[in-house]
């Protein structure tokens, strides 16, 4: 049986964690910070391993009409993800954690506007999607065929995960305050865990759709999610637990983010945000280390890496 590892990082910048964390305004120096120190440091750990990995990117920060010089900076760090053959996907135009509730119009002025950004950047056309808070919907889903998507990796279907967003969006109601998070929708939770073809009415349910899901990582048995973010955290002997199980299966989602390379001291994070992202006092070269570690124990699995679009082209009409 042939196995493929697809790691994926979701670039998000420091806004969407001061929206999830109800923080107001970043410091105005603070946007371009986590694609420019972060992207360097994943882009040496793939070379060296020749390793091919997806950057989802909010359309946004490198729009320079909107944001000027982050924006030039920003795209400067991406053309060497881009130079280097990763493939660029579209994580929105401004990460919308409420995508899923939009009205249409509305869905297809954030697609249209990333979707132009983004290929008009890369080259050529953008094959995938991933959504603010992994919250598909059925219009979203619409939209990706007009725009003739290859795939979506949205689905993350984690009771784990969605507990722990309904804790963080619970605390901060309870000191008065709102989280810019928003709950995802539940029916993710019975999603296929393995690639599917979507129904159009129900993306979280298999159909006819001329579109893939990818889903993110989980467990088979407890869905527990296999991401980047908890791999990066855990004791080795769960992280090599957790990654034995997963060689087993055909199809890996590992998705990471950006932040998950950042160190707090030299990347110059705020301390407000330290607060809620302890894992950012961890140093990059460690955490660097732990996710080279975990590559490694995937290659000696048996596993080949590829992005997500090279891997979607290799599958088949029916997928189950
Ligand atoms: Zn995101």
Redesign the pocket.
């Known amino acids: 049986m042939r196995r493929t590892c697809c790691i994926s990082i979701?670039v998000?910048p420091i806004p969407?964690y001061y929206r999830i964390h109800s923080l107001g305004q970043p410091p105005p120096d603070m946007r371009s910070r986590i694609m420019c120190a972060a992207l360097p440091r994943f882009s040496r750990l793939f070379a060296e391993r020749n390793i091919k990995a997806t950057f989802f990117i909010v359309a946004e920060d490198i729009d320079v009409k909107a944001l000027g010089n982050d924006a030039i900076a920003m795209r400067a760090a991406l053309r060497e993800v881009r130079a280097e053959g990763h493939e660029i996907a579209n994580?929105s135009y401004s990460?919308p954690y409420e995508l899923a509730r939009l009205s249409r119009f509305e869905v297809r002025d954030q697609l249209d506007r990333s979707h132009d950004l983004l290929s008009s950047f890369n080259g050529k056309a953008i094959d995938g999607f991933r959504a603010?808070g992994y919250d598909i919907s059925a219009i979203t889903l619409e939209e990706l065929l007009r725009l003739d998507y290859k795939y979506d990796s949205s689905v993350f279907p984690a009771p784990g995960y969605y507990l722990a967003k309904a804790l963080v969006m619970g605390a901060l109601r309870l000191i008065g305050r709102k989280s810019g998070a928003v709950m995802t929708n539940a029916r993710a939770l019975t999603a296929p865990i393995t690639p599917y073809r979507p129904s159009v009415q129900a993306p979280w349910r298999k159909g006819n759709a001329g579109i893939f899901e990818l889903p993110v990582a989980v467990t088979r048995r407890t869905r527990t999610p296999v991401i980047g973010t908890n791999l990066l955290l855990v004791p080795p002997w769960l992280r090599s637990h957790w990654l034995r199980s997963m060689a087993k299966r055909e199809f890996f989602n590992l998705e990471l983010h950006g932040i998950d390379l950042c160190d707090a001291e030299d990347d110059g994070m705020p301390s407000e945000l330290i607060a809620r992202q302890p894992d950012l006092r961890i140093p990059a070269a460690t955490k660097m280390e732990s996710l080279a570690q975990i590559i490694d124990e995937i290659a000696e699995s048996g596993s080949e890496f590829s992005t997500l679009s090279e891997y979607v082209s290799g599958l088949g009409v029916s997928v189950d």
């Open positions: 979701d998000d969407c994580h990460h603010p």
